[in-house]
């Protein structure tokens, strides 16, 4: 699971649409092939396709937002079960899925580790995955490493949960597919270029993964 975490501050969009993805994709090669007059009009229209672009996305995103929010306002749920996580990690983990109206509504995970923790939010729209939070935790010490095993080593530090590096990714799913990925941290940053699919097909097997474990 760790490979799916990558350092930086970024922002992705995807799935604009297919049409608009093909028409941009063309102009971007138009404008690094064509004469050097006419890069400031190519430029211009490329710019306005990209706030229509990012205007067509936010009204994506209301409904998954409202989505979030309207989940996390229950002041109670019809059902909560808490299942254990075993084999994915070596120190576990643990799940708890929370129905409203005896529909599943959000699932949350941990996924323990010596060096840190994963938690994973998956949020549910109509019966399919609309959001997912992932925060990685990344101890500053192993969660062992001790105030005797700081004297020990002639260290600074012990294991201290508050001092752990925290990176939030948010992804936005409609229909099925990622639309947009957000991750913020205190790094440099690294996408590679599969890594949009790469993280929709991980957060998707997880997930089959947590509800086989609900059964």
Do not use: C
């Amino acid at each position: 699971m760790k490979n799916r975490f990558l350092y930086g501050i970024f922002t992705v969009l995807i799935g604009i649409s297919t049409g608009y993805a093909q028409n941009l994709n063309h102009q971007s090669s138009v404008f690094f092939t064509t004469k050097r007059k006419d890069t400031g009009e190519i430029k211009k229209r490329i710019e306005e396709q990209g706030i229509i672009a990012f205007k067509s996305l936010e009204d994506r995103l209301k409904p998954i937002r409202a989505n979030f929010k309207r989940i996390n306002s229950y002041a109670k749920w019809s059902s909560v079960k808490k299942k254990t996580i075993e084999g994915e990690t070596a120190e576990g983990g643990e799940a708890v899925f929370y129905y409203a109206d005896k529909k599943l509504k959000k699932v949350i995970a941990r996924y323990y580790g010596e060096t840190g923790q994963i938690l994973m939010e998956y949020y549910l729209l109509n019966g399919q995955l609309s959001f997912v939070l992932e925060k990685e935790y990344r101890y500053n010490r192993p969660f062992f490493y001790d105030a005797k095993a700081m004297k020990d080593h002639n260290d600074t530090e012990a294991f201290d949960l508050n001092k752990s590096e925290v990176i939030t990714t948010r992804n936005y799913f409609e229909n099925g597919n990622i639309i947009m990925i957000n991750n913020t941290t205190g790094r440099g940053f690294n996408i590679s270029a599969d890594y949009t699919s790469e993280q929709e097909k991980n957060l998707t097997e997880s997930f089959k993964k947590l509800m086989k474990l609900a059964e």
